[in-house]
């Protein structure tokens, strides 16, 4: 069985097919602002995928001020997929909600955003105006990534996907983004990741973050994927976050 971000908007074409060898080496996918780039957001693809596919999202949405980027996670053996070599920011043994978690991977992937979020501020765009997000596994690792990170972020966009080592994570570990706004959408037609993973992943964000900041979105007879509703709410949500400064 393969977990593959699949998006049913007919804007987002998927480009190629997997790419070969190690991603983490591989340039991320950008789509650049249409002006001075004083905002940024980093989104993370899903398990079997590549950053190209959600850069192309990203473009239909784009804030003019604002630069998007995509990277490719590295390939690597995936147990839950029979051991099959694919993009994947970590391992995944099984879609168990009490399976076994890849906890070496996971904080090593955590690592690899964080450095990635310390180029961007090197480049001139404070954390402070920059949202991470992710969709299925992309999505988990932003979530996780968010929590355990020195870097004060502006927000975090969490999709269809789920809190990785939820139960390694207390209040007392979160430095800088106590006071986040996450904006989690889940469909609730969902089979890959049901929809019990987004309603597990909210109560306890709530019980570690200010409960007044986070929103959740479901979306009736969506699948694993997005939907134009769904795309529009990240929009709102990432201009609520990165609004436009002079």
């Known amino acids: 069985m393969f977990v593959v971000a699949t998006r049913l908007i007919s804007a987002i074409k998927r480009k190629g097919t997997f790419m070969c060898g190690n991603m983490s080496a591989t340039l ?7 002006c001075r780039a004083t905002a940024a957001v980093i989104f993370l693809h ?8 959600w850069a192309e999202a990203m473009a239909g949405i784009r804030t003019p001020y604002v630069k998007y980027i995509c990277p490719h996670a590295p390939v690597m053996p995936v147990t839950l997929n029979m051991n099959m070599a694919m993009p994947s ?4 043994v ?30 001139g765009i404070p954390s402070h105006r ?3 997000g992710g969709f299925s596994q992309g999505g988990a690792l932003s979530l996780y990534t968010a ?5 004060k972020l502006a927000g975090v966009v969490a999709l ?4 990785p080592l939820r139960n390694s994570l207390s209040k007392s570990m979160i430095s800088n983004n106590k006071d986040i706004s996450v904006l989690q959408c889940h469909g609730e037609a969902d089979p890959l990741v049901p929809l019990i993973f987004g309603c597990l992943t909210v109560e306890k964000l709530k019980v570690m973050l200010n409960p007044s900041n986070i929103t959740f979105k479901t979306y009736s007879r969506m699948p694993h994927s997005a939907c134009p509703e769904e795309m529009m709410d990240i929009k709102q949500f990432i201009e609520k976050q990165l609004p436009k400064i002079n």
């Open 147 to 151: 929590l355990t990170t020195h870097q």
């Open 94 to 123: 099984s879609l168990n909600p009490n399976a076994e978690e890849d906890e070496t991977g996971i904080k090593r992937a955590a690592e690899s955003i964080k450095a990635l979020i310390d180029q961007e501020v090197k480049n």
């Open 130 to 132: 920059i949202v991470l």
């Open 46 to 53: 899903g398990l079997g995928d590549t950053g190209h596919g």
């Open 89 to 92: 920011w970590f391992d995944i």
């Open 28 to 34: 991320p996918a950008i789509v650049p602002a249409a």
């Open 160 to 163: 269809s996907c789920w809190l």
